[in-house]
């Protein structure tokens, strides 16, 4: 019912920048917030940041001042812009979103990977 494609990720050395999108489609009322999670190789998925429908943000702390997330209403899609990137910033990143179809959805994309290089 709902689809999240991200795109954006690649191979960028320290101390670069990525910028990650990711629109939402299918059959929606509404979005209550959306929000991007990441998880490395033999850790479990976290937060990065989020964003709800009052543009009221929240950053994993060591992400702070970095990263910057933004939503475009109009068009479902939510980015993430990543500066200063860090080798331990490598991992897949995953969009997240609170969807209202008939009922409310917790929906994910497939993932995009991030490698940062030393």
């Known amino acids: 019912q709902v689809q999240l494609v991200e795109s954006g990720g690649g191979l960028v050395q320290a101390g670069g920048s990525l910028r990650l999108s990711c629109v939402a489609s299918?059959?929606?009322?509404?979005?209550?917030?959306m929000g991007w999670y990441r998880q490395a190789p033999g850790k479990q998925r976290e937060l990065v940041a989020r964003?709800?429908?009052?543009?009221?943000?929240d950053y994993a702390e060591p992400v702070r001042g970095r990263f910057t997330i933004s939503r475009d209403y109009a068009k479902n899609t939510v980015s993430l812009q990543m500066n200063s990137l860090k080798p331990e910033n490598t991992a897949v990143y995953y969009c997240n979103a609170i969807v209202r179809v008939s009922n409310i959805g917790n929906y994910w994309g497939q993932g995009t990977q991030v490698t940062v290089s030393s």
């Open positions: 964003i709800t429908s009052g543009d009221t943000t």
């Open positions: 299918g059959m929606i009322t509404s979005i209550n917030a």
